[in-house]
């Protein structure tokens, strides 16, 4: 009965390591297709030595990154830093100009393909085919095209908006009171967004008028922001420069509403369905949060706000020397009707949809860095102690 049995070295055949040479006795054998294969044991043992570097690096940026949020804190010599003072309003006007100015840029490719696409709609037919063009006749450079005054401007009007988002709400909530700022939150989330806004477009302006010319005439007539700036007031006056300000209002203030007042309810809503409170999550959580909110508001801001940009394209692009704004919106709806107020929707909602989901991840996660709660999901400490 012996050959009923499996033998030492069948045995070691099917179950010994491949790496122990010395062991073997004789070559090994071609697996049956039921045979276990020894020689891919060394692959699972790659992947649990990346997966155990990568935990190591993780637990290494983490340290280093609450060590540098530490030191933050500390210079101001408190551990926590105080809401509403003049060191939170210089920290959320950095943080806005972070958020906006660095992801404004990385998305200057889709931009870029918007913009023309608004302008004219017949010049490509889709992004990939676009951007292939472009690479062909202009080059790589030729994709971030406007990349320039886009970090300048939006850095500008990040700042804006984000410093005087936070003042203006908490502004808002001082003249109604605890009771109704809580009460009537929404509504006190939309006139701080659209006051801060508003300032923010008069920062924003100069550089969007440079931006588009650049990116909707080619070849580009500027080597640059400044040049464009410098071109645009000798033949037009700083006029020229603003000559878009009514519509990047039109086009910016309901989208700035938006995308304030719905991120605030929607991260409000998913911390009321997750199990705990906002406190208990750690900042990955919390960031993955501010991610999702951001990116949800980002796509409802851009349907509300996409017939005025179209207009901002159009007006910065082929407005006459002197014509009236009302003439030249007229003028240009004429030439394109209502379905061409639409026009590059679909690109301009997974861009803004990114755009809006990364700010606030950005934005939030440098508020973390300087001891701050994250934005939404939490109604004010003072107003909760008197409700």
């Avoid at 440079?210 to 410098?230: A, E, L, N």
């Avoid at 929607?266 to 999702?292: C, H, M, N, W």
């Amino acid at each position: 009965m012996s050959h009923l049995f499996p033998n030492q070295h069948i045995l070691h055949q099917s179950f010994g390591s491949p790496l122990n040479q010395r062991v073997r006795t004789s070559p090994a054998t071609k697996p049956t297709p039921f045979q276990a294969r020894p020689e891919l044991y060394a692959a699972y043992s790659v992947v649990d030595d990346a997966k155990n570097k990568a935990q190591q690096l993780s637990a290494e940026a983490q340290k280093e990154f609450d060590k540098a949020s530490d030191a933050a804190k500390g210079a101001t010599g408190k551990k926590q830093l105080e809401l509403y003072t003049p060191t939170f309003y210089a920290a959320a006007t950095f943080g806005g100009l972070l958020a906006c100015g660095l992801t404004h840029t990385a998305v200057t490719p889709l931009d870029l393909v918007k913009c023309r696409r608004q302008v004219d709609a017949s010049l490509y037919k889709g992004n990939f085919q676009a951007w292939g063009l472009i690479l062909r006749q202009e080059g790589f450079r030729g994709i971030f095209t406007g990349w320039s005054p886009t970090l300048f401007g939006y850095s500008a009007q990040g700042a804006f908006k984000y410093g005087w988002y936070e003042f203006f709400k908490k502004k808002y909530s001082d003249l109604a009171g605890p009771e109704n700022a809580y009460k009537y939150k929404t509504i006190l989330y939309l006139s701080a967004s659209a006051s801060a806004e508003f300032l923010a477009d008069i920062a924003l302006c100069p550089f969007e008028a440079v931006k588009v010319r650049m990116q909707t005439t080619m070849p580009p007539p500027y080597k640059g922001t400044f040049d464009g700036i410098s071109k645009i007031t000798a033949a037009e006056g700083v006029g020229g420069l603003y000559k878009g300000l009514y519509p990047l209002w039109g086009r910016q203030i309901p989208y700035t509403m938006m995308k304030f007042a719905s991120f605030e309810t929607i991260v409000e809503k998913i911390y009321d369905r997750l199990p705990g409170k906002k406190s208990d999550y750690g900042k990955g959580a919390q960031t993955a949060v501010s991610f999702t909110g951001g990116y949800l508001a980002g796509i409802l801001c851009a349907i509300v706000s996409h017939p005025a940009d179209v207009l901002v394209s159009k007006l910065n692009a082929n407005r006459k020397p002197g014509e009236a704004f009302g003439a030249a919106v007229a003028r240009n709806y004429k030439d394109m009707g209502f379905m061409g107020l639409w026009n590059g929707l679909p690109v301009r909602i997974v861009m803004i949809g990114t755009l809006t989901g990364l700010q606030w991840m950005i934005y939030d996660y440098f508020k973390m860095f300087m001891g701050f709660p994250t934005t939404g999901g939490a109604a004010p400490p003072e107003i909760k102690k008197k409700l």
